[in-house]
T-cell receptor, first 115, second 114 residues
Framework: ETGVTQTPRHLVMGMTNKKSLKCEQHLGHNAMYWYKQSAKKPLELMFVYSLEERVENNSVPSRFSPECPNSSHLFLHLHTLQPEDSALYLC??????????????FGPGTRLTVL | GDSVTQMEGPVTLSEEAFLTINCTYTATGYPSLFWYVQYPGEGLQLLLKATKADDKGSNKGFEATYRKETTSFHLEKGSVQVSDSAVYFCALSDPGAAGNKLTFGGGTRVLVKP
């Protein structure tokens, strides 16, 4: 596997289910991100992890719970979601080094549908 | 705070036409600027970047020049192909922000017809 992979690619869940999205990066990066992409809305940054520490949480509801066990893996745990949470969830990674720029590399996304 | 504004789509044009997508930004520091492209059913891919004023990023026939005086980073391609149909996102990176946070524009959908 190369780059950034995400599983599953598609997920349908009911509002009472608990599921997890997985992201893995094979690029040796030390920062990882979760984004939400909804139809007709700008890309929304949800969480940022740098060196496995959460550095930003953009007021995301607690029904979304991130986990970053190591620099290569990032999870998004989902529980009691709402239909408006249906969206494409994108994971990205980058090399975060003392404020210097490094581009983010994105995975293909998980298309989530909440019934 | 930082923000990115890009023209709304969809932009529909014929093959071999000239494409311009406008992007302007506001930032407190000296950001790096990017264009990302998202093809149907896929994630975002970096198309090109520029890290300082007057830099020109280029890739796959696309170009964009970092214009500090007009706070712009317009994307251009001289002759588009059907395969260029995608959504294009302009973004900036604040070097002072932890974790290289990106601020994205709303995206511009481009449809190229044969």
């Amino acid at each position: 596997e190369t780059g950034v992979t995400q599983t599953p690619r598609h997920l349908v869940m009911g509002m009472t289910n608990k599921k997890s999205l997985k992201c893995e990066q094979h690029l040796g990066h030390n920062a990882m991100y979760w984004y939400k992409q909804s139809a007709k809305k700008p890309l929304e940054l949800m969480f940022v992890y740098s060196l496995e520490e959460r550095v930003e949480n953009n007021s995301v509801p607690s029904r979304f719970s991130p986990e970053c066990p190591n620099s290569s893996h990032l999870f998004l745990h989902l529980h009691t979601l709402q239909p408006e949470d249906s969206a494409l969830y994108l994971c990205a990674s980058s090399q975060a080094s003392g404020g210097a720029y490094n581009e983010q590399f994105f995975g293909p996304g998980t298309r989530l549908t909440v019934l | 705070g930082d923000s990115v504004t890009q023209m709304e789509g969809p932009v529909t044009l014929s093959e071999e036409a000239f494409l311009t997508i406008n992007c302007t930004y506001t930032a407190t520091g000296y950001p790096s600027l990017f264009w990302y492209v998202q093809y149907p059913g896929e994630g975002l891919q970096l198309l090109l970047k520029a890290t300082k004023a007057d830099d020109k990023g280029s890739n796959k026939g696309f170009e964009a020049t970092y214009r500090k005086e007009t706070t712009s980073f317009h994307l251009e391609k001289g002759s588009v192909q059907v395969s260029d149909s995608a959504v294009y996102f302009c973004a900036l990176s604040d070097p002072g922000a932890a974790g290289n946070k990106l601020t994205f524009g709303g995206g511009t959908r481009v449809l190229v017809k044969p």
